[in-house]
C-alpha cells in the first residue's frame, strides 16, 4: 500500500485525512475532561474513565474542598499615635535583647504596617526597653491600633 495525504478544505476548517500502511490507532478520549483521554499512570491510557470524585476541575473553575494549605495569614496593621510626643517603637518578639526593628512615629500621625498574627509592636523607652506591647490578631485581614495620649500604651484604633 502506499501513503496518501489527503486535504479537503472547508470554508474556515481543514480536514486533514492520513492513511498509512499499518498506521497508528488514537484512544478515545474518555468523558473526563477536556477531550484528553486519562493517563492510566502507567504511560499508557486507562481503560474505564475516572470516577467524577477523582477528575480534576476543569481549567477557570474553583472547588470548594482545596487540599493545598493556606499561605501565611498577612493582617494589615494601621498604627496612629495620638500621644503627644514621638513615640519609640520596636517591631518584634524582644526589645532590646531579640531580633526585630526599631523605628519610632511623631505625634499625631498614622502608619501601615504588613504583619503576621502573633507578632508584636512594644513602645520602648529611650534604652530601648520595652514599656508596653500589643500582639497582632489573627481574627481577620486589617486592625486598627492607636498609642493612647498616655505614650505607654496601646488601645483600638
Known sequence: MKSDLMATIVPGTVLLAFAAFGGCVIPAASSGGGGYPSNGGGGGYSSAPASSS??????????????????????????????????????????????????????NTTTSYQM?????????????????????????????????????GFGPG
Do not use: Y
Open 116 to 152: 503576621k498574627p502573633g507578632d508584636m509592636i512594644w513602645i520602648t523607652d529611650d534604652s530601648e526597653n520595652g514599656l508596653s506591647s500589643t500582639s497582632i490578631g489573627g481574627g481577620g485581614t486589617f486592625q486598627s491600633i492607636r498609642i493612647m495620649p498616655s505614650c505607654t
Open 54 to 107: 477523582e477528575s480534576a476541575p476543569p481549567p477557570g473553575s474553583s472547588s470548594s474542598a482545596s487540599s493545598a494549605p493556606a499561605g501565611p495569614q498577612v493582617v494589615s496593621v494601621t498604627l496612629h499615635n495620638d500621644c503627644p510626643n514621638t513615640v519609640k517603637l520596636f517591631l518584634g518578639e524582644k526589645p532590646k535583647f531579640g531580633s526585630g526593628t526599631n523605628t519610632s512615629l511623631g505625634s
